[in-house]
């Protein structure tokens, strides 16, 4: 059998000092990420072993790393989560993030300004 499945963590929540702005590398700003990832889930299907899936606690563990590195850019901080979780993670095949900023410094009525990234190895 040869199955693909998908692992998703929705609207992870981080205070963080992303930014442009000096103030919010300065103060922070809350953020929400959302990430799927693709990968081949034959094995763990018949195997019923952790040892054979995504450990999503370790890809939470991930994003949460490289959410607390500062960033001007939204685009340099999805760049660096989708590195590190291939390089800890090569069964990944694709996947899409996004990052969304809370409340963004400009005057706005909106519940957040996103990136969103797909990406494939």
């Known amino acids: 059998m040869n199955v693909n499945g998908s692992v998703t963590l929705s609207e992870m929540r981080f205070h963080a000092m992303h930014g442009v702005m000096p103030q919010e590398r300065k ?14 889930m034959d094995k763990a ?6 040892d054979d899936a995504l450990d999503y606690s370790a890809v939470y563990a991930i994003v949460y790393r490289e959410m607390e590195k500062p960033s001007k850019l939204l685009e340099n ?8 979780l291939h390089a800890e993670f090569p069964q990944i095949t694709s996947g899409e993030i996004s990052i969304g900023k809370i409340a963004p410094p400009f005057k706005s009525e909106l519940s957040s300004a996103n990136v969103s990234v797909k990406f494939s190895f």
Do not use: H, K, T, W
């Open 27 to 40: 103060v922070g700003n809350e953020f929400v990420v959302s990430l799927r990832v693709d990968y081949p």
């Open 45 to 50: 299907m018949q195997s019923d072993a952790l």
């Open 77 to 84: 901080v999805a760049g660096r989560i989708i590195s590190a």
